[in-house]
Nanobody
Framework: VQLQASGGGLVQAGGSLRLSCTAS??????????MGWYRQAPGKQRDLVAV???????TYADSVEGRFTISRDNTKNTIYLQMNSLKPEDTAVYYC?????????WGQGTLVTVSS
């Protein structure tokens, strides 16, 4: 399986972006899996942003709660991250991950840059 993330770019503070992550290959489905978005700023560790489990329950980092929304469309094998009210500190490479039990697959990152 491969995870393809897209939607990053340059945006001014206060703006919005929507990231997408689509699974392809075999097995490319996501419906049984927990899916998540993580981010890594320059010189920092990779941190959890938001996760959505196979039942649709969501968890967010405190820093994005109320501003970001994670969602999934199992029919398209795709998850999304709607990011509103973006701040310069949201600047990072954003990665998606598919996981179940002790197995996980990471996608390549997509860069989000928020200018002040």
């Amino acid at each position: 399986v491969q995870l393809q993330a897209s939607g990053g770019g340059l945006v001014q503070a206060g703006g919005s972006l929507r990231l997408s992550c689509t699974a392809s290959g075999a097995p490319g489905s996501i419906f049984r899996f927990n899916m998540g978005w993580y981010r890594q700023a320059p010189g920092k560790q990779r941190d959890l942003v938001a996760v959505i489990n196979s039942s649709g329950a969501t968890t967010y980092a405190d820093s994005v709660e109320g501003r970001f929304t994670i969602s999934r469309d199992n029919t398209k094998n795709t998850i999304y991250l709607q990011m509103n009210s973006l701040k310069p500190e949201d600047t990072a490479v954003y990665y998606c991950k598919r996981s179940i039990l002790n197995s996980s697959v990471w996608g390549q990152g997509t860069l989000v840059t928020v200018s002040s």
